[in-house]
Each structure stands twice: as structure tokens, then as C-alpha cells.
């Protein structure tokens, strides 16, 4: 069984609307790592706000924050939010200037999360394509014919190393195309590529 489609933003977003007289309005965001989850978060802030809630969802890595508001009811909800409608590599702010009526935990999970699911239900979003980075060397005869071949096939050059005796190749290929990718570079160079795959480090979670 495939995994589920996972998207992106394709670029910033927001959306402001009223409950019972409080303010919410939801900013998100494309991020590639907490640091830039946090910058985003620091940046649209509004300290005269009653609170600036968040959560971002990077890979396996998340944190969220209810900001003052009772626990439960508004980080955790934008959370929620962002993994159930398939977004990753995501940060979504929603701040609250209060109205004078209060919401209660279930109107302010509702409010929370409501704000963030319509600004995310609305942005521009783009499929996240896995990718695999994968090495391999070949002679200054190949080189030209596999850069076409690969770009040709959605893979990018990361890096190219000439020596005295060929090019070292970096590229990040779409790991649904693996397969492929490895018997074309095979075919090119008549075998003699050693291609190894690029190991990262797994991203730890983080808890709120």
C-alpha cells in the first residue's frame, strides 16, 4: 500500500475571521527546518496580541505551543490541523485579540483549529516528491550524455568532483524513480558506475 500524498506550501498564507467577537487570524508558512519554523513564528507575532498560538510539522520532527491559552486547546488543535490535511514542512501562527467573550476548551479547539484548517484549506500547495541522493563516478565520454539523461528524468546535480580519471556525480534523484535512475546510469556507463546511496541522519520528534 502507498503512502498518502504529502504536500508543501508553495508560498506564505493567511486568513483572519471572527468568533464571537475575538480576532483570529492564521499565517503559515513553508519551512525546511525548525530554526526557520521559529523565525517565522518570532516574525509574525503580534505582542499585542492576547496570544500567538503555533505548531509547525517538519518530517518526523513537530512542537506546538498553546501560548497562554488552557492546554490542548490551540497548539495541539493547529497540529492536528496540518497533519490530517496532509501538509508537512509547515508552520502555522494563529493569533487571537480577545473580544470579551469567552469560548470555552471546546470553542477555543474549535476556533484554533477551525482558523488554521480554512488558511490551510485555501493556500496554494504543491506534492512533496521524495528524493534519494545518490554517487556514483564516470568517465569524461559519459559525462555529458548521463547530466541529460538524468535531468531528463527529474534528478538534480548536487555536486560534480572532476579528477584526473572521470567525474565523482552527487544527484538527488526522486526516489519513486530509483529503479530507473540506477539502470540508465548502469546502461550509460556499461556497468562500471559503483553507485551508493547518500545516508542522512533521521530528524528526531519533539513533544509540545
Known amino acids: 500500500m502507498s503512502a498518502p500524498e504529502r504536500f508543501m506550501l508553495r508560498e ?3 486568513l483572519e475571521r471572527e468568533v464571537k467577537k475575538s480576532i483570529f487570524l492564521a499565517q503559515a508558512a513553508p519551512v ?3 530554526a526557520e519554523a521559529m523565525d517565522f513564528i518570532a516574525s509574525v507575532s503580534d505582542p499585542d496580541a492576547t496570544h500567538n498560538c503555533w505548531a509547525y510539522l517538519i518530517g518526523q ?3 506546538s505551543d498553546d501560548a497562554g491559552e488552557p492546554g490542548g486547546t490551540a497548539g495541539r488543535p493547529i497540529l492536528q490541523v496540518i497533519e490530517g490535511q496532509g501538509f508537512d514542512r509547515t508552520v502555522v501562527v494563529v493569533t487571537r485579540w480577545f473580544g470579551g467573550t469567552k469560548l470555552g ?3 477555543l479547539v474549535r476556533a484554533y483549529g477551525g482558523t488554521a484548517a480554512e488558511c490551510l484549506r485555501q493556500a496554494p500547495r504543491q506534492p512533496i516528491v521524495e528524493m534519494v541522493d545518490l554517487t556514483f563516478g564516470c568517465g569524461f565520454s559519459d559525462h555529458a550524455l548521463l547530466r541529460a539523461r538524468l ?3 527529474d534528478c538534480q546535480i548536487v555536486a560534480e568532483d572532476f ?3 572521470g567525474v565523482g ?3 538527488s534523484a526522486p526516489a519513486a524513480r530509483e529503479a530507473e535512475v540506477r539502470a540508465r546510469i548502469t546502461d550509460i556507463t556499461r556497468g562500471q558506475a559503483m553507485i551508493r546511496v547518500v ?4 530528524p528526531q520528534g519533539v513533544g509540545e
Open 163 to 165: 579528477g584526473a580519471d
Open 12 to 14: 506564505p498564507a493567511m
Open 32 to 34: 525546511s527546518t525548525p
Open 151 to 153: 535531468e531528463g528524468m
Open 61 to 63: 520532527t513537530y512542537r
Open 199 to 202: 545516508e542522512e541522519d533521521a
Open 105 to 107: 476548551a471546546g470553542g
Open 169 to 171: 556525480l552527487h544527484i
